[in-house]
């Protein structure tokens, strides 16, 4: 379980220490426009928002191309009146618009991960937990069908269901996380110069935060995968009050097949860990290959000045767009078992993905992990794992299409105003 932005740059070793050295053994400046040294003194942690910049207290971002002194601030000062005040106006002017344009380019990437995106997650979690589909909806062909039946019959909200509770579930994770690191010793960073007992550490942080928002997951998934023919028009808070009453066992009745939350902890928090392991891990690996690009582009001296805007703010997007794909591509399974076993006996009602009408009840009887694997693995096969895998795909196609179109419109932008 996780959320489903990746925790960004924040784990295994990319901040802390790594933000600190210079050159291309450290963090290779991918996100200034000159040396690593030049802006090692303004440049604070990643931002929240890939592309937007973190400055101290009084400092000005540096135009392009001027050098900057590593003299501390002393206060504001005014600049001498001179007859080339339309250069700096426009040097100005272009760093307004680059940072602008960076915050843009991040925002549309939260934009396309979480609201875009959720059709795809919508129609993919229906496909994963309906274990009476004949078709198992693989392509990104039938997946297409499906949803324009859905849209058809039931309106628009049916692929859009089930938002503002993800939305929540982002919203606790963050905020267990955060509050389990302040009472606790646990770190929320690994520094670059980590230990075995620091990833012991993080690990665990993550595994309990995971604890924490594991009843709000199980609330979120049943409102996007309950069919909408059936549905209530349920509040924004509906969430949060579902989860605390499976913590403490009021609220909606449910079925005796229902697992307990004791059972639901080992695969909740094996899938969370995992996810943000690998994502860390191919983050890291992908930032390593572009800023090795970028630095060899900087020593041939044959980048142009959009180039290296372009390269202040796209890696960490690539990265992150990378990550996400191959972590959920990976976990793809193992995500099926764990949301056939948070929807079970909670008395939910699906559409019928086969058909694209009708409803289906879910009354599977799985009594744990192991026997939901080799139950989907004799009665449906190795792809009955990958139901709803066509969905994956558009989902990723989606995301990479906005960054394409993003970087076109960044580059337009930049060229008219250099």
């Known amino acids: 379980m996780h959320p489903r932005r990746p925790d960004g740059f924040d784990g ?20 200034s426009f000159s040396t690593g040294s030049d802006l090692g003194h303004w440049v604070t942690t990643p931002p929240d928002i890939p592309g937007s910049r973190n400055l101290h207290w009084g400092e000005k971002s540096p135009p392009y191309g001027v050098p900057t ?18 250069g700096s106006v426009q040097g100005q002017s272009s760093e307004q618009l680059n940072r602008f344009a960076g915050f843009g380019i991040g925002l549309a990437s939260l934009f396309t991960e979480n609201v875009l995106a959720h059709p795809c997650i919508v129609l993919r979690r229906q496909c994963q937990v309906n274990y009476h589909a004949q078709h198992y909806h693989l392509t990104p062909f039938t997946v297409i069908n499906i949803m324009y039946s859905f849209n058809k019959t039931q309106g628009p909200r049916a692929l859009w269901k089930g938002m503002g509770s993800t939305f929540i579930v982002q919203g606790v994770t963050l905020g267990a996380e955060g509050i389990i690191s302040e009472f606790t010793p646990l770190p929320r960073e690994v520094l670059h110069k980590w230990s075995p007992k ?5 690990l665990l942080l993550k595994s309990l ?10 609330a979120s998934l049943i409102e996007t995968v309950q069919s909408e023919i059936i549905r209530d028009n349920t509040g ?5 009050k579902e989860g605390i009453g499976r913590v403490i066992g009021m609220g909606v009745p449910h079925s005796k097949r229902l697992l307990p939350l004791l059972s639901l902890i080992f695969p909740t928090v094996l899938h969370g860990v995992l996810h943000y392991i690998i994502s860390s891990l191919i ?5 390593l290959i572009l800023k090795r690009k970028t630095y060899n582009s900087h020593l041939a001296e044959s980048t142009s000045p959009v180039q290296s805007m372009l390269d202040a703010y796209f890696p960490e997007l690539i990265a992150n767009f990378a990550a996400s794909l191959c972590s959920d591509i990976i976990l793809y399974p193992l995500e099926t078992v764990l949301h056939r076993l948070h929807i079970q006996g909670t008395r939910t009602i699906i559409d019928n993905t086969d058909l694209g009408y009708e409803v289906l009840p879910i009354n599977t009887q799985y009594e744990g992990m192991r026997d939901c694997i080799n139950t989907i693995k004799q009665e449906e096969g190795v792809f009955g794992f990958y139901k709803g895998f066509g969905a994956l795909i ?25």
């Open 394 to 418: 558009i989902q990723y196609t989606l995301h990479a299409a906005v960054l394409q179109i993003t970087k076109i419109i960044y580059s337009t932008l930049l060229q008219n105003n250099i």
């Open 198 to 202: 620091q990833i012991g550490e993080h």
């Open 209 to 218: 935060t995971y604890v924490v928002a594991m009843p709000f997951y199980s």
């Open 283 to 287: 983050q890291k690996f992908v930032l």
């Open 12 to 31: 295994l070793g990319y901040r802390g220490g790594a933000r600190d050295e210079q050159g291309f053994g450290g963090a290779f400046p991918a996100r």
């Open 69 to 86: 002194t590593s003299t501390p601030y002393e206060g504001p000062t005014e600049e001498p009146f001179s007859s080339g005040g339309g």
């Open 236 to 240: 924004i808070l509906e969430c949060v």
